[in-house]
């Protein structure tokens, strides 16, 4: 038996690293059994069935300190959402929605504004970077034409793995070439007749970078849904509510229609963004429809 880290899976086949080996592997059917399906980023157990060739199987998958669904990696410690000015245009409620994701499995959280070159005037580039940093979040404008940022990336991968996730298009394998140009992933334009990016990144993997660094580059999406946050429980993932707790109605309060809310106090007060609340009160709907479309199906 030998472990190892699954560094890229593609059609029921697992490609696990060993030290300087790669070995390719199958997942036992225990696992099916069990509902679970081994993750790019996953610490696994392997036995060798043909040592020449590099076969093998897992046998064992260790206790992940994290897990992503979209995109599916495991074990990360930081995630660069990241999101282009222009081609296609900002999609705020798929931030916030991958932004509430990532606070749920307690990840680092960096923001990275990519295309910056294409915003002439700087003021989209300036109005998020205004939300953002004033709720607590650190945003990194990137151009990969002019290479601005592409060192400030770099640095926020040292000593950790990270995964780059957003839409489709933005940008993320472009900066992972910026940065080490041997990758040589593939890239493409914007789709003109639809406004998003077309997936140039097939499946998710796990790059080295230097000694010190693994990232992952994932599959690009355009939606994805939030399906097992409770109502009640949003609010804690848009983390600049905390500090406004004066509600009449307590922890009950939603921050929708109710009297006395002191979240919305701050919203008209100027102290909380509406593009953010206006996320906030999407993604809420969003939540209660799912709810309800479960009651219907269990009724």
Do not use: W
């Not at 294409?118 to 607590?136: A, F, H, N, P, Q």
């Amino acid at each position: 038996m030998k472990d190892g880290i699954i560094i890229k899976g593609i059609s029921g086949f697992y490609y696990v690293e060993v030290g300087q080996d790669l070995y390719e592997c199958k997942a036992r059917g225990i696992f099916r059994k069990k509902g679970l399906s081994p993750l790019v980023g996953d610490r696994v157990s392997i036995s060798i069935i043909d040592e020449y060739d590099k076969k093998g199987n897992i046998e064992k998958i260790y206790e992940r300190r994290s897990e992503l669904v979209r995109p599916p990696v495991a074990n990360i410690d930081k995630v660069l959402i990241t999101f282009s000015v222009k081609e296609p245009n900002p999609n705020m409620v798929l931030l916030d929605r991958f932004i509430v994701f990532s606070e749920k499995e307690n990840l680092d959280i960096r923001i990275i504004l990519t295309k910056i070159d294409l915003d002439t005037d700087g003021s989209i580039v300036d109005s998020i970077v205004t939300d953002y940093e004033r709720v607590g979040y650190k945003v990194i404008p990137v151009s990969v034409k002019t290479g601005q940022g592409i060192d400030q990336v770099r640095q926020e991968l040292e000593g950790c793995i990270s995964v780059f996730a957003g839409q489709s298009g933005v940008g993320k394998s472009s900066i992972l070439n910026a940065i080490e140009p041997g990758f040589a992933l593939d890239t493409a334009e914007i789709s003109q007749k639809l406004g998003r990016g077309k997936h140039t990144t097939r499946h998710s993997q796990l790059y080295k970078i230097g000694e010190n660094a693994i990232v992952a580059d994932t599959p690009g999406f355009s939606s994805f849904e939030l399906t097992d946050i409770e109502i009640e429980e949003l609010q804690e993932y848009f983390i600049e509510f905390a500090q406004y707790d004066g509600c009449r109605f307590g922890g009950k309060c939603i921050h929708k229609n109710e009297p006395s809310c002191s979240v919305k106090e701050a919203l008209e007060a100027g102290k909380i963004s509406e593009t953010r609340y206006r996320s906030y009160l999407q993604i809420l709907d969003e939540i209660n429809n799912l709810k309800i479309r479960e009651l219907r199906r269990n009724l």
